[in-house]
């Protein structure tokens, strides 16, 4: 009968099956949140990633927040780090070049004047991570004014992974996996899109 009071263990074990049962749950919903997590910070979309150049699409590069103030702090340790701009700079073309000689016959600038550039625009895309569509229009704009260099694939993981490696050499212990995930995802989506740029664009120009 419902009035008749059922044995204290049993109340006790109703209880303990319940807190159980509870937990369960909240471990399985505090998986669910960090694999949502996992899959925002390892690749920033479906369409850009860490570790593969994609130059068949130009669409706006969307990273998660966190993941985003990780390459600024990243960037900002890199800089405090190289004292000045000018030594931040060489020390770009300096990992870059080092990596490949031949990188360095693709541009005719003076060292000084390329690496202050490359570092406006590194330093221009990492400021614009938090702006979707003001960082395609950046990365547009740096595509163009490379339609006769010839940039491609290859070339642009051997950018990504010096310039990657540079940065983990000079913070060190500053730099996490997530800002470097992060840092190397951005550098792929710059060279993918002016891989993408310079194919679909450059013979419309050298016919105008």
């Known amino acids: 009968p419902d009035d008749v009071r059922r044995p204290e263990w049993q109340g ?21 949140e960090e694999d949502v997590v996992d899959e925002q910070m390892d690749g920033a979309g479906r369409l850009y990633n860490a570790e593969i150049v994609n ?10 927040a966190d993941q985003v103030n990780e390459v600024q702090r990243a ?4 800089l405090r780090a190289a004292e000045t701009n000018e030594a931040a700079g060489d020390a770009l073309c300096a990992a870059l070049f080092d990596s490949s000689p031949q990188i360095q016959t693709l541009f005719k600038s003076p060292r000084a004047v390329f690496a202050m550039r490359l570092l406006d625009a590194l330093g221009g895309a990492v400021k614009s991570l938090s702006d979707p569509r003001i ?7 740096l595509a163009f ?4 260099v010839e940039v491609t694939v290859p070339r642009v993981a051997m950018f990504r992974d010096a310039l990657a490696d540079l940065l983990v050499s000079e913070i ?3 730099c996490q996996e997530v ?15 002016i891989v993408y740029v310079r194919r679909t664009y450059s013979d419309r120009f050298r016919i105008i």
């Open 12 to 32: 006790a074990a109703a209880v303990k099956d319940a807190g159980e049962r509870k937990e369960q749950e909240e471990d399985q919903e505090g998986d669910g």
């Open 55 to 64: 130059d068949t699409v130009f669409e706006e590069l969307h990273m998660h």
């Open 75 to 78: 960037w900002a340790a890199f």
């Open 135 to 141: 960082l395609k229009q950046s990365v547009e704009t």
């Open 145 to 148: 004014q490379h339609l006769q």
């Open 172 to 174: 060190g212990s500053q």
């Open 179 to 193: 800002a470097i995930n992060g840092f190397r995802t951005l550098l792929n989506y710059i060279g993918g899109a």
